[in-house]
Each structure stands twice: as C-alpha cells, then as structure tokens.
Nanobody, 122 residues
C-alpha cells in the first residue's frame, strides 16, 4: 500500500499563488507516475498534471498550462504542484494520486490522498 498526504491548500485571492505538496509513504517503489487531480463542487474529478518517477514525462491540463508547475523530490517521496496566476475557476479540492501507467484518467491511478481544498476568491 501507498499512503499519500496532501498539504498546502487554502484561501488565496485571484492572481495569487499556492504550492501544494504530496508526501508518499509505504510501498513507494510500487508506483511510477504521480498525478494531481481536482474536483469542484458538482463537477467530475479532472486531471491537472502528472510527472513520472524519472521526470522524463510531464503533462498538464490545457486549463493550467503556463500557470501550474509539477515537480518532485524523489529523496523525500514528495511531489509538488506550484500554482500561479490563480483564478476563481481553480477553486476545487485537489487530490494527489499514484499509479503505474502514464494516463490523465483518474481510473488509472490506484492510490489517492484525501485531498486539500483550494479556494480562489475574486
């Protein structure tokens, strides 16, 4: 099993920045990809960004390209999501996920954190 714990969410004004962290523990050798997803009230969970263990593959949703940056610290088993130029439509619960295949589909990830809330005020 892999345990994922997100942190860093909060309330920020539009145009501001936040950095989310996702710390992994347990069988951390059992995944090769880590992703960030988000879910706004009344909406489906959507892909935000992913990064492979080696960092050779990084992908972003079109809605966040140029504003968000995903990175990792393998030594600390931690993945980060630096979010900038935040918009009210970025308001959502943000989830970290780990899996073995490179995919933007939530169903492709076996392990999930509990989520951290991000609220962007206008």
């Amino acid at each position: 099993q892999v345990q994922l714990v997100e942190s860093g969410g909060g309330l920020v004004q539009a145009g501001g920045s936040l950095r989310l962290s996702c710390a992994a523990s347990g069988r951390t050798f059992s995944y090769d990809v880590m992703g960030w997803f988000r879910q706004a009230p009344g909406k489906e969970r959507e892909f935000v960004a992913l990064i492979t263990r080696t960092g050779s593959v990084i992908d972003y949703a079109d809605s966040v390209k140029g504003r968000f940056t995903i990175s990792k610290d393998n030594a600390e088993n931690t993945v980060y999501l630096q979010m900038g130029s935040l918009k009210p439509e970025d308001t959502a619960d943000y989830y970290c996920a780990a899996g073995v295949i490179i995919t933007t589909q939530a169903a492709g990830y076996a392990y999930w954190g509990q989520g951290t809330q991000v609220t962007v005020s206008s």
